[in-house]
């Protein structure tokens, strides 16, 4: 019940106190009724349905092609071509093991080796985007206990290949490392080990090292195992359930080297030592998936992504065996690499390649028409063929020329 002062009036000071918060109190109901509410967080979109997984020969002359060479094993693999969201060629060829008589499938799954460095570069880019780091970090912001050689290099530098930091396979003992399994630590502490070959910034030199120091990177930087965050970031939402770090209970297909006996069985991958740079297994459809999340945009922010696939070699970086070099992004690379066939054609691809432990691998994306080329190989030695069937489906599927060999 009310209290009833027993003088009139009451006590001044209480009076002015019960004023206030009727003040108060009517303010904040007016605010409530005026102010407008906040916008509803939209849900994510959903995930656009996949192509079906069937065979699809839409290109005649590279389905020739691959019926030559599948049939007489010139090329083991699979190879996925796609236009926008057509696809336009997927098949595969070979076996996933040989001595079982087992046939590749078309969700075989492969070594990826180096097309895996633009996920980890996607990674920092991603947590650049959340505000927890930026490129132009300090390594040694991120990387504790740090070499005083380390003080001038940035993400960037690691990013771009540009760091000086010896390569794992220009060290001495690279043959003992190669088959040695390690912990990103112990990966980290090893590269501590070397001073740098150049001033951060000045060559460019290709570097697997940099990227296992990306990898520990996002590991600090995430609170996350490597490959703990690129599922929770990339491969749960895109719905890439055939991606993943490489073990022995991956399932992926047997790699092979052509040696003095034939194809030969590669199974020591021991992808422990380019955890950053090379560890992930994927299939044709969901590296698809992969690229058009990438270029089409929504993975990373428009500065990310125009970061990502920038040239960032120094201005003096020469030419590549007497044609046009080619531009040095984060993870990824840009060339016309039509140049390199006959007859050729100029168009400026977006790409990667990959070799590691039996397979050999290249990924390229034409953003003008919006083609996508994956052809991975599990045979160490096709090189050149992986490269050539590459640019025949890329030539094809934009109405070039079709290429029938390399140009020397």
């Not at 296992?212 to 490597?226: E, M, R, T, W, Y």
């Not at 092979?256 to 560890?279: E, K, M, W």
């Not at 028409?369 to 025949?392: G, M, P």
Request: with cysteine; net charge neutral; proline share 9%.
């Amino acid at each position: 019940m009310f209290h009833v002062p027993r003088h009139s009036g009451g006590h001044p000071r209480l009076a002015m106190a019960f004023l206030a918060v009727l003040f108060v109190l009517a303010a904040g109901l007016v605010a409530w009724a005026t102010v407008r509410p906040l916008p509803e967080v939209p849900a994510p979109e959903p995930l656009p349905p996949r192509p079906p997984l069937v065979v699809v020969q839409d290109l005649p002359q590279l389905t020739e092609q691959l019926e030559r060479w599948g049939g007489s094993g010139a090329f083991t693999g699979g190879v996925l071509v796609a236009k926008g969201d057509r696809v336009l060629f997927r098949q595969v060829y070979g076996y996933a093991d040989r001595s079982l008589g087992k046939p590749l499938e078309l969700d075989s799954r492969f070594r990826l080796a180096s097309v895996s460095k633009q996920f980890t570069a996607a990674a920092i880019l991603r947590l650049q985007d959340e505000g927890i780091l930026s490129v132009d970090d300090p390594v040694c912001r991120w990387i504790d206990p740090c070499p005083a050689a380390w003080a001038p290099l940035r993400l960037h530098h690691l990013l771009s290949h540009t760091s000086g930091i010896p390569d794992l396979m220009a060290r001495p003992g690279w043959g003992v490392r190669r088959v040695t399994p390690a912990t990103p630590e112990e990966l980290t502490e090893k590269s501590a080990e070397y001073g740098l070959q150049f001033p951060p910034g000045t060559k460019v030199r290709y570097n697997n090292a940099g990227y296992n120091l990306l990898g520990h990177v996002v590991q600090k930087a995430s609170g996350l195992p490597l490959q703990d965050y690129l599922r929770d970031a990339f491969f749960v939402p895109l719905g890439m359930a055939d991606t993943g770090f490489e073990d022995d209970r991956s399932g992926v297909v047997m790699g092979y080297a052509n040696l003095a006996g034939g194809p030969t069985p590669q199974p020591n991958h021991n992808v422990s030592i380019i955890f950053g740079a090379g560890a992930l297994y994927s299939t044709l459809d969901d590296l698809l998936v992969w690229q058009h999340a990438l270029h089409q945009g929504g993975l990373l922010s428009p500065e990310s992504y125009a970061r990502m696939i920038a040239d960032h070699a120094p201005a003096d970086t020469p030419d590549e065996r007497g044609r046009p070099r080619r531009d040095w992004g984060y993870g990824l690379f840009v060339n016309s690499l039509g140049r390199r066939v006959s007859p050729d054609f100029l168009d400026r691809q977006i790409y990667h390649t990959g070799s590691w432990s039996g397979f050999r691998n290249l990924v390229a994306h034409q953003p003008d028409e919006d083609v996508t080329v994956i052809v991975l190989s599990n045979n160490y030695h096709q090189r050149e063929a992986v490269f050539l069937l590459s640019q025949q489906g890329m030539a094809e599927a934009l109405g070039r020329s079709f290429p029938t060999g390399i140009a020397r």
